[in-house]
């Protein structure tokens, strides 16, 4: 979650300002963080994922079978 205003440290979510950092304690966002985090994380496996499968893709038949 790069350029986030929060950061997750020790397994514990902060939230970054200017002024500092605070640790968050509010449970139903750091509920909505965790999931977020969760998604983001499944979303670059599957990016990752599909540029591997392209690299792999099988050449071109010119005779249009395979």
Do not use: C, Y
């Not at 139903?28 to 540029?51: E, G, I, K, P, W």
């Amino acid at each position: 979650m790069a350029h986030a205003p929060v950061v997750l440290r020790g397994g514990r979510w902060w939230l970054d300002g200017k002024a500092g950092s605070a640790p968050d304690s509010d449970p139903a966002f750091t509920d909505v963080l965790d999931d977020f985090a969760l998604s983001m994380a499944a979303a670059d496996r599957a990016v990752a994922n599909l540029l591997i499968r392209q690299d792999e893709a099988p050449s071109v038949n010119p005779g249009g079978w395979r």
